[in-house]
């Protein structure tokens, strides 16, 4: 059984920092697209930033220059280094993995970001 567990989520100011971590567990790590995707309150979930197992990295529109993926295999964890966060960050993050090969996908609980302006 897969599972993913998120940290790091939490309150704070805009213009502040935050950094997401998702460890998986049960998994091959080093097959799995991981992704990071957020959910606001009435809002479709959305994709935020994704790497592959290779490390290519892409990210919305919306975050680039300011969030940074990336992953440490050896630690199973993929990171999300929130920099100049703006209140419309707000949501819930949530973690996905994708294995390439079968293509199960599994999804975090999820942590709450807040950011107040």
């Known amino acids: 059984q897969v599972q993913l567990v998120e940290s790091g989520g939490g309150l704070v100011q805009a213009g502040g920092s935050l950094r997401l971590s998702c460890t998986a567990s049960g998994s091959i790590f080093g097959r799995n697209e991981m992704g990071w995707y957020r959910q606001a309150p009435g809002k479709q979930r959305e994709l935020v930033a994704g790497i592959t197992p290779g490390g290519s990295t892409n990210y919305a529109d919306s975050v680039k220059g300011r969030f940074t993926i990336s992953r440490d295999n050896a630690k199973n964890t993929v990171y999300l280094q929130m920099n100049s966060l703006k209140p419309e960050d707000t949501a819930v993050y949530y973690c996905?993995?994708?294995?390439?090969?079968?293509?199960?996908?599994?999804w975090g609980q999820g942590t709450q970001v807040t950011v107040s302006s």
């Open positions: 996905k993995s994708r294995d390439i090969y079968n293509a199960l996908t599994y």
